[in-house]
């Protein structure tokens, strides 16, 4: 069984930058779209982008475009967001889920693993 642990939220000011962690343990996440997604306060959850382990790419919604970017490690299980340029509105929990197979899958209703979340806060 999948099991998926976030990390490597904070709280930063806008313009700032930082990198989140999803880490995978049971399963390889070559097996698996990873996506990763955001709830704001109030608001409900978000895509943010939706990458193919396999092979390494990744689609990317256009809140995302050009500031975050997704890596993998593959020895080490583990997928990446890097965030620049944050803003006030970037801020809410992170999630990072998986689905099994390849290409744009990761609807939010569809993913079959979930992670509990990371909290990232942009405040001046």
């Known amino acids: 069984q999948l099991q998926l642990v976030e990390s490597g939220g904070g709280s930063v000011q806008p313009g700032g930058s930082l990198r989140l962690s999803c880490a995978g343990s049971?399963?390889?996440?070559?097996?698996?779209?990873i996506g990763w997604f955001r709830q704001a306060p109030g608001r409900e959850r978000e895509k943010i982008s939706c990458t193919t382990v396999s092979d390494d790419s990744t689609d990317y919604q256009d809140s995302a475009k050009g500031r975050f970017t997704v890596s993998i490690n593959k020895a080490r299980n583990m997928v990446y967001l890097q965030m620049n340029s944050l803003k006030p509105e970037d801020t809410g929990v992170y999630f990072c889920a998986a689905r099994a197979g390849s290409g744009d899958i990761c609807y939010i209703a569809s993913m079959e693993n979930w992670g509990k979340g990371t909290l990232v806060t942009v405040s001046s």
């Open positions: 049971g399963v390889s996440l070559d097996y698996y779209a």
